[in-house]
């Protein structure tokens, strides 16, 4: 089936990778691809550790607003390979964390994204996380859940929190 966790509130990614280390204990193979982000988060070390194929990485440290032309071309073709490597592997569950904003900005390839899980939701779980998903994600989703941001220290200034944020 099709989970998609999305909104402006925090707890998207902590809800896929909670799913993850729970298919992990049932000695199920994920398969985590983390796009947009640096690859430095907290919860990736520990999924490696526990068996799941982890991808994460862009070019550069940027948010994409501060991307050059070439930055966003690089980082589409690393998140490319990343969909093709979950294409051709053997997996249980598959993340696409922040697979929302990755295909609203065009840095991946949004048909193929759609065909793989489109071609594999009736036979495996899948993940999708972020924000603005697109509305085919919407539509295909079995489970539908919008984290509402009511409250968040950000709005105190108060920076993201090794451990907590990432």
């Not at 093709?84 to 609203?104: I, Y």
């Not at 984290?147 to 920076?159: F, T, W």
Request: aromatic share 8%; charged share 25%; with cysteine.
């Amino acid at each position: 089936m099709l989970h998609v966790y999305y909104g402006e509130g925090k707890g998207k990614t902590t809800s896929a990778a909670g799913l993850a280390i729970r298919a992990l204990g049932h000695g199920q193979k994920v398969f985590f691809l983390q796009f947009l982000k640096s690859g430095t988060s907290g919860e990736l070390a520990v999924l490696r550790q526990a068996g799941a194929s982890v991808f994460s990485g862009k070019a550069g440290t940027k948010f994409v607003s501060q991307m050059t032309e070439a930055e966003k071309k690089e980082t589409a073709r690393i998140h490319n390979c990343f969909l093709e490597s979950a294409k051709n592997a053997d997996w249980d569950l598959l993340v696409l964390d922040e697979a929302c904003a990755a295909a609203s900005a065009g840095l991946v390839d949004e048909e193929m994204l759609c065909r793989i899980v489109l071609d594999n939701r009736d036979l495996k779980e899948i993940v999708i996380t972020g924000r603005n998903p697109r509305s085919w994600m919407l539509e295909a989703a079995d489970y539908l859940t919008e984290m509402k941001c009511v409250r968040h220290p950000y709005e105190l200034g108060i920076q993201a929190r090794e451990g907590v944020e990432f």
